[in-house]
């Protein structure tokens, strides 16, 4: 069966300094790979989304991006935190129904 | 401009109270509709896909049901486990694998 985990669960950065969000699929091959961010209290945020090693496409302009270097590796990165950018951050990847299975997430929270 | 809006923003019934959540969208060409349901704290669980009008789909004590302009999700004799924030998303043709999400229900079911 396929699961998809993300790490760190909580994080707790500085404004102005870097992150890196990790998220690793098992039991799929080639999936379509999606971050989102969640505000409190609202819905989910597409940022970007991949249909294969290397190719990234951005939906919103920001100070993030995001790298997919093997076939169930996404990453998310900043080099500069703003307190704008905390939020609940979901990897998912879309199965055969087209429906998206989602990772536990990733609190963060810029100070 | 693709779109979702969901309604009402809140639901709050008692236990073995039936009702409806709704899920309006316009969107260029539909290529599939979703629901989930998302607990606090945790990454959203999917639910249903559904593809074309008149189809509909059941687990448990939900089904889901889709016209050409929205969707409905049918929550029959609920219990309190049931209690969560229901999210629809659409995906279009002309939008590659760009999901549009709602901002969701919060649906309370009191014993």
């Known amino acids: 069966s396929q699961t998809i985990h993300q790490w760190p669960a909580t994080l707790v950065q500085p404004v102005g300094s870097p992150l890196s969000l990790e998220c690793t699929v098992e039991g799929t091959s080639n999936p379509n790979l999606y971050w989102y961010r969640q505000a409190a209290g609202r819905g989910l945020q597409l940022l970007f989304y991949?249909?294969?090693?290397?190719?990234i496409s951005s939906e919103v302009p920001q100070n993030l991006s995001a790298s997919r270097p093997q076939d169930r590796q996404f990453i998310l990165s900043s080099k500069k935190l703003l307190l704008s950018d905390s939020g609940f951050y979901l990897c998912?990847?879309?199965?055969?129904?087209?429906?998206?299975?989602f990772g536990p997430g990733t609190r963060l929270t810029v100070t | 401009e693709d779109q979702v809006t969901q309604s009402p923003e809140a639901l709050r019934l008692q236990e073995g109270e039936s009702s409806s959540l709704n899920c309006s969208y316009t969107v260029s060409g539909l290529r599939g509709l979703f629901w989930y349901r998302q607990d606090p704290g945790k990454g959203p669980e999917f639910l249903f896909t559904l593809y074309s009008a008149g189809e509909e789909k059941e687990k448990e004590r939900l089904k889901a049901t889709l016209t050409k302009k929205e969707s409905f999700l049918h929550i029959t004799a609920p219990k309190p486990e049931d209690s969560a924030t229901y999210l629809c998303?659409?995906?279009?043709?002309?939008?590659?694998?760009?999901?549009?999400f709602g901002a969701g229900t919060r649906l309370f079911v009191k014993a």
């Open positions: 991949s249909v294969g090693i290397g190719q």
């Open positions: 998303a659409v995906q279009a043709y002309t939008g590659g694998f760009k999901t549009i």
């Open positions: 998912a990847w879309s199965g055969r129904e087209g429906g998206q299975y």
